[in-house]
């Protein structure tokens, strides 16, 4: 029998070529632009334009890739009653998996060509905000409101859960996570999409593949994770006390680690530097100390282990306000771009994944009878 070597968690193999994204140590790239440079000077609907039609979109562009979202706002009634059908307690992640699985079966755009799989990228932007809109507001004894035109993506998602405008440093914030979460190259969740793409499959069965895989907690779940951990402390001090225990036992502390950084996560920076200025403005600076209470010893190991982008962006969430279980599929809201992006990478140029396993089962042997066994 022919034995091979596994390499657990495919880690250091290289799965396929991509034009999208490029993770490295020293930079992160969305189509040759650093994150840092679109941080600072785009907003997530350039993001996405940039990451599904292959480009920044001019003036004209923006406006139309703007207007096509808008119109795609608004989920037919029967995904509504769906939603309201669920059980109150089911995680918002599960939620998001079936509404968009099911909104699949009123898609609007139809055909499999480039212009069409684009166009279906845009919608489900659309349809996952509308989701998680629908099912807090439902949860909240509201009834699901109609989209406003000509609103960026994150004022969008602020104004579909709470029914008013939101206040400009909301937005902004809100913006820059979904900028940061956009796209990360061959991730568990996106390498789940693409999988599931390179068997001919559909689009909204990869993206539904794909929120499941990002659910885990090793994976996006660990915002939410992260958040749920700072929660738990009353005092720096409680928390230095609880992470030198936690390091004695090599307990994983959510929202650090990182399959291939291992100088820290660009991400984490910027978004780390955006929420300390919101903290001092919301007067929360007692949460910061909590925060660094569990990162400085993390950091200063003699393996340093660095915060990734969940770490703060669990406490950015939190300042802002919003609820916990929203923090994962607000993440959707965004990855959704990234997702579609390498679905319609790989459907330009396929070949369907089938890697090989490594056998370390029992040894060639004979079936014995039912009644002998
Ligand atoms: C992201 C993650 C899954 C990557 O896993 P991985 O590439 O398989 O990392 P490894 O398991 O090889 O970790 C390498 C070492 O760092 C340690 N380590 C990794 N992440 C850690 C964490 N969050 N807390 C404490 N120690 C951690 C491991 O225990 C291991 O130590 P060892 O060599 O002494 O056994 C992992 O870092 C993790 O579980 N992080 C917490 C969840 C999280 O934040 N996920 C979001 C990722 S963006």
């Given at each position: 029998?022919?034995?091979?070597?596994?390499?657990?968690?495919?880690?250091?193999?290289?799965?396929?070529?991509?034009?999208?994204?490029?993770?490295?140590?020293?930079?992160?790239?969305?189509?040759?632009?650093?994150?840092?440079?679109?941080?600072?000077?785009?907003?997530?609907?350039?993001?996405?334009?940039?990451?599904?039609?292959?480009?920044?979109?001019?003036?004209?562009?923006?406006?139309?890739?703007?207007?096509?979202?808008?119109?795609?706002?608004?989920?037919?009634?029967?995904?509504?009653?769906?939603?309201?059908?669920?059980?109150?307690?089911?995680?918002?992640?599960?939620?998001?998996?079936?509404?968009?699985?099911?909104?699949?079966?009123?898609?609007?755009?139809?055909?499999?060509?480039?212009?069409?799989?684009?166009?279906?990228?845009?919608?489900?932007?659309?349809?996952?905000?509308?989701?998680?809109?629908?099912?807090?507001?439902?949860?909240?004894?509201?009834?699901?409101?109609?989209?406003?035109?000509?609103?960026?993506?994150?004022?969008?998602?602020?104004?579909?859960?709470?029914?008013?405008?939101?206040?400009?440093?909301?937005?902004?914030?809100?913006?820059?996570?979904?900028?940061?979460?956009?796209?990360?190259?061959?991730?568990?969740?996106?390498?789940?999409?693409?999988?599931?793409?390179?068997?001919?499959?559909?689009?909204?069965?990869?993206?539904?593949?794909?929120?499941?895989?990002?659910?885990?907690?090793?994976?996006?779940?660990?915002?939410?994770?992260?958040?749920?951990?700072?929660?738990?402390?009353?005092?720096?001090?409680?928390?230095?006390?609880?992470?030198?225990?936690?390091?004695?036992?090599?307990?994983?502390?959510?929202?650090?680690?990182?399959?291939?950084?291992?100088?820290?996560?660009?991400?984490?920076?910027?978004?780390?530097?955006?929420?300390?200025?919101?903290?001092?403005?919301?007067?929360?600076?007692?949460?910061?100390?909590?925060?660094?209470?569990?990162?400085?010893?993390?950091?200063?190991?003699?393996?340093?282990?660095?915060?990734?982008?969940?770490?703060?962006?669990?406490?950015?969430?939190?300042?802002?306000?919003?609820?916990?279980?929203?923090?994962?599929?607000?993440?959707?809201?965004?990855?959704?771009?990234?997702?579609?992006?390498?679905?319609?990478?790989?459907?330009?140029?396929?070949?369907?994944?089938?890697?090989?396993?490594?056998?370390?089962?029992?040894?060639?042997?004979?079936?014995?009878?039912v009644a002998q066994r």
């Amino acid at each position: 029998m022919t034995t091979f070597v596994a390499n657990p968690g495919l880690e250091g193999i290289v799965a396929s070529d991509t034009d999208i994204c490029c993770v490295d140590q020293g930079k992160l790239l969305y189509r040759g632009y650093t994150i840092s440079d679109l941080a600072e000077h785009v907003d997530f609907s350039e993001v996405a334009h940039l990451l599904i039609y292959g480009d920044l979109p001019n003036k004209d562009q923006l406006a139309s890739f703007q207007q096509l979202l808008d119109s795609y706002h608004g989920l037919p009634r029967p995904i509504i009653e769906m939603i309201r059908s669920l059980p109150k307690d089911a995680p918002m992640m599960d939620v998001l998996r079936s509404g968009v699985s099911m909104a699949g079966h009123f898609d609007p755009t139809k055909g499999e060509s480039l212009d069409d799989l684009r166009k279906r990228s845009v919608w489900l932007l659309a349809v996952s905000s509308d989701v998680v809109a629908a099912r807090f507001r439902l949860l909240n004894g509201k009834e699901p409101v109609r989209p406003k035109s000509g609103l960026s993506h994150a004022a969008q998602i602020l104004y579909m859960a709470h029914g008013t405008e939101p206040d400009e440093t909301s937005t902004r914030l809100l913006d820059l996570t979904l900028v940061l979460y956009a796209e990360h190259e061959f991730n568990a969740s996106t390498f789940t999409a693409r999988v599931i793409g390179s068997t001919t499959s559909d689009m909204v069965s990869a993206v539904t593949g794909a929120i499941g895989a990002l659910k885990g907690p090793l994976h996006g779940g660990a915002n939410e994770r992260a958040m749920e951990l700072i929660s738990r402390f009353k005092s720096a001090e409680e928390a230095a006390t609880w992470v030198q225990e936690a390091l004695a036992r090599k307990e994983r502390v959510m929202g650090f680690g990182h399959r291939v950084y291992k100088n820290g996560d660009h991400r984490a920076h910027i978004l780390e530097c955006e929420m300390r200025k919101l903290a001092e403005q919301k007067g929360r600076m007692d949460m910061v100390a909590i925060y660094d209470a569990i990162k400085d010893p993390i950091v200063g190991k003699e393996r340093p282990i660095y915060p990734n982008v969940d770490y703060p962006c669990g406490l950015t969430y939190y300042l802002l306000d919003l609820p916990l279980d929203l923090y994962t599929p607000l993440f959707v809201c965004s990855r959704m771009s990234g997702w579609c992006a390498h679905f319609i990478e790989q459907s330009q140029n396929n070949r369907i994944y089938r890697p090989l396993s490594s056998y370390v089962g029992p040894k060639e042997r004979s079936v014995t009878a039912v009644a002998q066994r």
